[in-house]
């Protein structure tokens, strides 16, 4: 019934910027950290950013200084503003919602494709 539906994936040169949008249903919101991940190929899912409830973050080391994450909690919706984009940033983006109190639930969105390429 929850459901997390990523946008704003695409291609992009080095160095530019892209803006990915989260929206988030199911009555999840409010008691989540809302966070990104990324998976590309041949390599396993790592966490990017992700921002607790109350609004607190924690990011890469390899993203620091380079992406922010925020959330409309009126709009449900978390995004991920990336900036200075480098190749090793290509990878699937996906939306993830982690439960902050128990039982403890996690729910993943379908993912939205970024490419760095010139």
């Known amino acids: 019934q929850v459901q997390l539906v990523e946008s704003g994936g695409g291609l992009v040169q080095p160095g530019g910027s892209l803006r990915l949008s989260c929206a988030a249903s199911?009555?999840?919101?409010?008691?989540?950290?809302m966070g990104w991940y990324r998976q590309a190929p041949g390599k396993q899912r790592e966490l990017v950013a992700v921002?607790?409830?109350?609004?607190?973050?924690n990011y890469a080391d390899s993203v620091k200084g380079r992406f922010t994450i925020s959330r409309d909690n009126a709009k449900k919706m978390v995004y991920l503003q990336m900036n200075s984009l480098k190749p090793e940033d290509t990878a699937v983006y996906y939306c993830?919602?982690?439960?902050?109190?128990?039982?403890?639930?996690?729910?993943w969105g379908q993912g939205t494709q970024v490419t760095v390429s010139s």
């Open positions: 199911g009555g999840i919101f409010s008691i989540a950290t």
């Open positions: 921002m607790s409830s109350g609004g607190r973050t």
């Open positions: 993830n919602a982690d439960q902050e109190r128990l039982p403890r639930r996690n729910y």
